[in-house]
C-alpha cells in the first residue's frame, strides 16, 4: 500500500518555467510533509518542509501549497533554472522525527 | 565535514557473500535511519535508532538484515548471503530536528 502518491513522474519544462509536482497522501495523522531534491549519485537534500496548519509556504523560489481536506500538497519552482534538472522526492511522516514514507519521485527536466 | 558519511560509497559483490556498510551521522543527532533505494523509486525505510536502540524495523528487513548502533555513535548495516535482489542504494540518515541524508552505499549483486 503507497501511503504518498506523487505525480507526474518525469517533467520538463522550459528555463523560467514553473514546474509543479504534486503528492497525495492517506494517512491523516501525518503532520510533517517535506520535498527533497535529490541529484545522481547522491542522497537527497531537504529543499522544504510544511506542516499542516498553514496552508503555503515559501522558500526562495520554492513554494510548498498545502490542502488539509483534500489530503494533498504541490511543489512549486518559481523562475526554474537548467541546475534545477533532478528527482524531486515528497515525503511524510507523524512527527518531524520519525521514519519517513516517500513519494516515488518527479525527475524534471529544465531545459534551456 | 559536518554531514553524514557513508562508507564505502560502491560495493560490488557475488552473490551469496555477506557485505557490511557503515554510517556515521552527525555528532549530535541521536537518530539514525537506513533507507534502501532502487532505481526510479523513492527511499524506502528500513529501520531506525535512537541513540543505541533500535526502534523499529521494516517488514523489509528480511532475518539476513541486521543493523546495530554500538554506543549510539557509527551504526552498520550487514546484509548476509546477498541476493541479487538486494542491489541498490542503502541511504543512511540521521536527525535532531530534520533529516540529513548521506550520499549512500551503492551495491550491485552479480
Known amino acids: 500500500q503507497q501511503q504518498v502518491k506523487q505525480s507526474p513522474q518525469s517533467l520538463i519544462v522550459q528555463k523560467g518555467g514553473i514546474p509543479i509536482i504534486n503528492c497525495a497522501y492517506e494517512?491523516?495523522?501525518?503532520?510533517?510533509f517535506p520535498w527533497y531534491q535529490q541529484f545522481p549519485g547522491k542522497g537527497p537534500a531537504l529543499l522544504i518542509a510544511i506542516r499542516p496548519d498553514v496552508s503555503e509556504k515559501k522558500e526562495g523560489r520554492f513554494t510548498i501549497s498545502f490542502n488539509k481536506s483534500a489530503k494533498q500538497f504541490s511543489l512549486h519552482i518559481m523562475d526554474s533554472q537548467p541546475g534545477d534538472s533532478a528527482t524531486y522526492f515528497c515525503?511524510?511522516?507523524?512527527?518531524?522525527?520519525?521514519?519517513?514514507?516517500f513519494g516515488k519521485g518527479t525527475r524534471l527536466s529544465v531545459i534551456a | 565535514d559536518t554531514g553524514v558519511s557513508q562508507d564505502p560509497r560502491h560495493k560490488i559483490t557475488k552473490r551469496g557473500q555477506n557485505v557490511t556498510f557503515r554510517c556515521d551521522p552527525i555528532?549530535?543527532?541521536?537518530?539514525l535511519y537506513w533507507y534502501r533505494q532502487t532505481l526510479g523509486q523513492g527511499p524506502e525505510f528500513l529501520t531506525y535508532f535512537q541513540n543505541e536502540a533500535q526502534l523499529e524495523k521494516s517488514r523489509l528487513l528480511s532475518d539476513r538484515f541486521s543493523a546495530e548502533r554500538p554506543k549510539g555513535s557509527f551504526s552498520t548495516l550487514e546484509i548476509q548471503r546477498t541476493e541479487q535482489g538486494d542491489s541498490a542504494m542503502y541511504l543512511c540518515?540521521?536527525?535532531?530536528?530534520?533529516?540529513?541524508f548521506g550520499s549512500g552505499t551503492r551495491l550491485t549483486v552479480v
Open positions: 555528532s549530535e543527532h541521536n537518530r
Open positions: 494517512n491523516t495523522a501525518f503532520d510533517y
Open positions: 515525503a511524510a511522516t507523524l512527527s518531524g522525527n520519525t521514519p519517513l514514507v
Open positions: 540518515a540521521s536527525s535532531a530536528i530534520g533529516y540529513t
